[in-house]
């Protein structure tokens, strides 16, 4: 069970090197919002929920922690969300909203690892 667990972590990494890694890339280039942040977003957010849950048996996950998380992953989610569509029609993005979703991936990592 442990090392499905160190798995699912694994794999919620993925999803944030892909959101993370796709928008460094943005942030030296052009600042659009592009679909592999919303596919890292999906891919973190997927692992993420498998390891809210209490597994194994003698894990206890912090939920407020966990809370905390899921709200600043929503909050991505709606940025993204609100920057594809807004682009598909203007063509471009406000710096505001592209600047945030890079600021809020940080903060979840943050979160993740400074808060024990
Ligand atoms: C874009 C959003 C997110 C990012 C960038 C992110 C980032 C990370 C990172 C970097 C870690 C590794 C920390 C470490 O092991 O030291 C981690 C672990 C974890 N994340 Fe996330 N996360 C996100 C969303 C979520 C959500 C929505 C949940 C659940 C509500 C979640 C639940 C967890 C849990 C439970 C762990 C700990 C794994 C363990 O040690 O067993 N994450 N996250």
Do not use: C, S
Not at 11 to 20: I, N, P, W
Not at 33 to 57: F, S
Not at 102 to 109: F, K, Q, R, S, V
């Amino acid at each position: 069970m442990e090392i499905l667990r160190h798995a699912v972590v694994l794999v919620h990494l993925v999803g944030f090197a892909v959101l993370f890694g796709a928008w460094v890339v943005e942030a030296v280039g052009q600042r659009r919002i592009t679909r592999l942040m919303t596919w890292g977003m999906v891919i973190a957010a997927v692992a993420g929920l498998a390891l809210a849950a209490p597994w194994p048996a003698d894990f206890t996950p912090n939920y407020t922690k966990l809370g905390v998380k899921l709200v600043v992953l929503l909050a991505i989610g709606a940025l993204l969300g609100i920057g594809t569509g807004r682009q598909r029609k203007t063509g471009t993005v406000a710096p505001a909203l592209f600047w945030l979703v890079g600021i809020l991936t940080l903060t979840n990592a943050a979160l993740a690892v400074l808060w024990r």
